[in-house]
Antibody
Framework: EVQLVESGGGLVQPGGSLRLSCAAS????????MNWVRQAPGKGLEWLSY????????YYADSVEGRFTISRDNAKNSLYLQMNGLRAEDTAVYYC????????????????WGQGTLVTVSS | DIQMTQSPSSLSASLGDRVTITCRAS??????LNWYQQKPGKAPELLIY???SLQSGVPSRFSGSGSGTDFILTISSLQPEDFATYYC?????????FGQGTNLEIK
């Protein structure tokens, strides 16, 4: 079974740091690009970051560029999100999601998603 | 960044109704458009990819159409399990973006 499990969320003070992890299983992790997406309480989905299968291509949303760093360890089947300079508006459930596609089609989609981990930024 | 705008933001409908949700992109995204369903307290799930391809396991009452800037998600006959929030998402740009969501409620 293809599965993604996030961990590392919790309560952190404004200006603090947190590192989220996403453990992948049931598929060849090193062959897939990955993403982080978040959802603030009662709000919609916000795409945050993308990393290619090798880690050579990385993209960020403007809202987290310069503060968050995505990385991966293919030997450990794990994806990470290092979050620095946290703000109250970063309070959200953070999801990791696999980037999927089909041969011959340039577009991609997010499937599956993990269950999410809650990050609360508050003093 | 490519902006995605869904309409309506909320919708009330009855069991058996046919429902359409629209998603408009701020520029052409060809067919690089996906739809997701999210139920309260759960992670989103993929419904439709590449604008019109049904994800494996998704009931055939769901369908997607469109290309360029205008896209539609249709549910042909609402079932109790379909009351949820629906999001569109573009993958034309390396900076992926979602629509703001459409909350589908029971009338």
């Amino acid at each position: 079974e293809v599965q993604l499990v996030e961990s590392g969320g919790g309560l952190v003070q404004p200006g603090g740091s947190l590192r989220l992890s996403c453990a992948a299983s049931g598929f060849t992790f090193s062959s897939y690009s990955m993403n982080w997406v978040r959802q603030a309480p009662g709000k919609g989905l916000e795409w945050l970051s993308y990393i290619s299968s090798s880690g050579s291509s990385i993209y960020y949303a403007d809202s987290v560029e310069g503060r968050f760093t995505i990385s991966r360890d293919n030997a450990k089947n794990s994806l990470y999100l290092q979050m620095n300079g946290l703000r109250a508006e970063d309070t959200a459930v953070y999801y990791c999601a696999r980037d999927d596609s089909v041969s011959g089609y340039r577009g991609t989609w997010l499937d599956p998603w993990g269950q999410g981990t809650l990050v609360t930024v508050s003093s | 960044d490519i902006q995605m705008t869904q309409s309506p933001s909320s919708l009330s409908a009855s069991l058996g109704d046919r429902v359409t949700i629209t998603c408009r992109a701020s520029q052409s995204i060809r067919t690089y458009l996906n739809w997701y369903q999210q139920k309260p307290g759960k992670a989103p799930e993929l419904l439709i990819y590449a604008a019109s391809s049904l994800q494996s396991g998704v009931p055939s009452r769901f369908s997607g159409s469109g290309s360029g800037t205008d896209f539609i998600l249709t549910i042909s006959s609402l079932q109790p399990e379909d009351f949820a929030t629906y999001y569109c998402q573009q993958s034309f740009s390396t900076l992926r973006t979602f629509g703001q969501g459409t909350n589908l409620e029971i009338k």
